[in-house]
């Protein structure tokens, strides 16, 4: 995604604009340090590319930026929970509209929040008075941080995962390694060797992931190290062949040049009575 091409709506400071894609309100910053974008629908970022390197994260060529449904590629926030623990999948998070409330700046980056609370409608989904904040680091590095508040006066369960697509070379040539001695794959735990490479789909997810995973991107001859906390797992996700083909908002080869390393809490296993607040984080660094 070329962020610099999209139209301004409003300059904010030196170094963030508002801008325009599609129908979406976009947080654009251009900073010495990096470039990047984030979306107010889902609290989304689509893009970032630190200074003289290759763009980091992944966006379908054919992503719905309508704000009617979650964007394919860059990073997803799920949440409230993980997958299909309760509909709709993956939670309301992604697809609700995301308020800015503060950007800070200086010489080595910019911090954007955006926050979003309960209302009505999502009181029908999920029962329960919430802040959630998300905190977007953009610097040599970009970490978010997605810290979530029990606003309500019962205790709340939460899950959630910041499913980042990572842009790669080739899937082909592609490695995630640290990723502990065991995952799990369509409910059952199997041993790892705490790396895998890519022939097929993979949908796992490792509970014994190291802090830090890596993914070598060997065509395009670079490392990025994902770090993260707050989460009881990673998930690896590729949907190879057959499942792009079968989605209308990825290109057939899509699959060729992603992955997913995600920082997830995967079975809604926090538990939040009032007033407490968990934060789940995942940082990219590109080497
Ligand atoms: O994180 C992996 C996963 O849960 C996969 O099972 C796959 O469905 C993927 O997320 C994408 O989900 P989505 O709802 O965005 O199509």
Redesign the pocket.
Known sequence: MDVKQLPTLAVLSDYVTVCELDGLKVVRVIHPKATAAISLFGGHVLSFTPTGKKETIWMSGKADFTGNK?I?GGI?V?WPW???AAEP??GFA?TSEWTLNEHRENDEGVIISLTLSDTAETRVIWPHAFHAELLMEVSDTLKVSLVSTNTGESAMQIGG?L?TYFNIGDIHQTTVSELGNEYIEAGERKPSTGKTTFEGEV?RIYPQAADTVIIEDAANQRRIEVSNQGNNGV?V?N?WQT?AEG?ADMEDDGFLTMV?A?S?VYDRSVTLQPGEKHTLSTEVICK
Request: charged letters at 25%.
């Open positions: 979650a394919r997803p799920c993980f997958g299909k999948s993956h992604r995962a499913h949908d998930v996700w949907p499942l989605m997913c995600e997830a």
